[in-house]
C-alpha cells in the first residue's frame, strides 16, 4: 500500500455579511433622509406649522413618502421591511425626544451651579433660598449608592437561584 501526499492549499475562508447594507444604500438611505429633511424644513417654513413639533410630523410624513417612492419597485417583503424600519426609528425618536429634552434643559440649568465640591458636600446647613453655591449633592450620592448596594443584596442571589433552579429542576413549573 502507497500513500498518496497531496499539497494542500491554505484558504482561509472570509466571512460574507449577506444581511449588511452596501455602501451604495448607506448612501441611498443617507441621502433619502437629508432630502426629506430639507423637504420638511421647507413644508414648515411656508405652511402654517411650527416649531419641532410641526418639523417632526412633517419629517415623519415626508420620510414615509420617500420610502414608497424609493421601494415603488421592490418586492412586498422588502417594502414592509423598509416601512417598519421608518416606523421604528421614528417611535425611537418620538420616545426619546422627550427625555431628551428633559436632560437637555437639566443640564443647561444646572451648569451655573456646578462646581468643584459639588459632589461631596451636603445640604446640611443650607436652606431652600440659598445661593448655588452653598451645599451640594454629597448625600444625594451616598443615598444613591446605598440603595443601589441595598438592592444589589436582595436581587443579586435571588436571580442567580433562580438561574440555577430553572437549570437544574426538571418539571412542569420551570
Not at 466571512?15 to 413644508?43: D, E, G, H, N
Not at 462646581?115 to 444613591?144: C, K, W
Request: no cysteine.
Amino acid at each position: 500500500m502507497s500513500t498518496i501526499l497531496s499539497e494542500t492549499s491554505a484558504v482561509t475562508p472570509q466571512p460574507t455579511m449577506p444581511w449588511q447594507a452596501t455602501t451604495r444604500k448607506k448612501v441611498a438611505t443617507l441621502m433619502s433622509l437629508v432630502i426629506s429633511a430639507v423637504v420638511s424644513f421647507v413644508i414648515v417654513l411656508v405652511t402654517g406649522l411650527a416649531g419641532v413639533d410641526g418639523f417632526a410630523l412633517t419629517f415623519f410624513g415626508v420620510s414615509f413618502l420617500a420610502v414608497a417612492i424609493r421601494t415603488f419597485r421592490l418586492d412586498s417583503k422588502k417594502r414592509k421591511d423598509a416601512f417598519v424600519t421608518v416606523a421604528i426609528i421614528a417611535t425611537a425618536v418620538l420616545a426619546f425626544s422627550p427625555w431628551m429634552s428633559i436632560f437637555g434643559s437639566v443640564i443647561i440649568k444646572g451648569l451655573r451651579g456646578l462646581r468643584p465640591n459639588f459632589l461631596y458636600e451636603t445640604m446640611q446647613t443650607t436652606t431652600p433660598d440659598d445661593e448655588l453655591t452653598l451645599g451640594g449633592a454629597g448625600h444625594a450620592i451616598v443615598g444613591s449608592a446605598i440603595m443601589v448596594m441595598i438592592a444589589t443584596a436582595i436581587t443579586l442571589p435571588l436571580g442567580i437561584l433562580s438561574g440555577v433552579y430553572l437549570t437544574e429542576v426538571r418539571g412542569r413549573l420551570t
